[in-house]
């Protein structure tokens, strides 16, 4: 069964500081993987695709890693701004067009 | 660039009682998704629709009916309310299938709640 597991549930970091996001997925075939942002009482919105043959993708302050041998991505968040409190979802897209995703990452920045 | 408009933003209904979910496009695009977000649950799919004229069940679609009405409206009806369908709807639209790496654009939802 195909599943997507984001850790850590939650985070609540300092305004200014770094934070690292993970997503472990077990997807097959792979197809692509797919960070999105959801801020509160909004739809979920695309930050960044990483597709098999890339390492890193930068979005501004946002950095995504992917490491398809073992099948694992990261979400790499800059010089945290208030901003940034958001839900952070992993979508992973099979090569059968299905598409799975993680519960999410629940991020507050403190002042 | 209004992007996908989902209607009404809150509905509260009584078990047994139904209603339809409005949901627009105007980006041209072909697939259009229905999901259901509950806390700890992440985003289920309910129904959608690959193309103009098509439509498939998803993960969770019993109690749900859909309708592609055109390329850019696609409606989710539920016929007889449950409290178990309390829940946020998002309507969701991309271009092409996933597979092809298109984004799903998603709605802002609409908060339902089943008494």
């Known amino acids: 069964k195909n599943q997507v597991e984001q850790s850590p549930q939650s985070l609540i970091i300092l305004e200014g500081k770094n934070c690292t996001l993970q997503?472990?997925?077990?997807?097959?075939?792979?197809?692509?993987l797919r960070w999105y942002k959801q801020d509160t009482g909004r739809g979920p919105v695309s930050l960044t695709i990483m597709t098999f043959s890339e390492n890193t993708k930068s979005n501004g302050r946002y950095t995504a890693t992917l490491d398809a041998d073992t099948k694992q991505s990261s979400l790499h968040i800059t010089a945290s701004q208030l901003s940034d409190s958001a839900s952070y979802i992993c979508?992973?897209?099979?090569?059968?067009?299905?598409?799975?995703f993680g519960k999410g990452t629940m991020l507050l920045v403190s002042p | 660039n209004a992007g996908v408009t989902q209607t009404p933003k809150f509905q509260v209904l009584k078990t047994g009682q139904s209603m339809t979910l409005q949901c627009a496009q105007d980006?041209?695009?072909?697939?259009m998704y229905w999901y259901r977000q509950d806390p700890g649950m992440g985003l289920r799919l309910i129904y959608y629709?690959?193309?103009?004229?098509?439509?498939d069940k998803g993960e969770v679609p019993n109690g749900y009916n859909v309708s592609r009405l055109n390329k850019r409206e696609f409606s989710l009806r539920l016929e007889s309310a449950a409290p178990s369908q309390t829940s946020v709807y998002f309507c969701?639209?991309?271009?092409?299938?996933?597979?092809?790496?298109?984004?799903?654009?998603f709605g802002n939802g609409t908060r339902l709640t089943v008494t």
């Open positions: 979508v992973v897209s099979s090569s059968y067009s299905t598409l799975t």
């Open positions: 997503c472990n997925y077990t997807v097959s075939p792979f197809s692509n």
């Open positions: 980006m041209n695009h072909n697939s």
């Open positions: 969701a639209s991309r271009l092409r299938g996933a597979s092809t790496g298109s984004p799903l654009h």
């Open positions: 629709s690959a193309s103009e004229g098509t439509t």
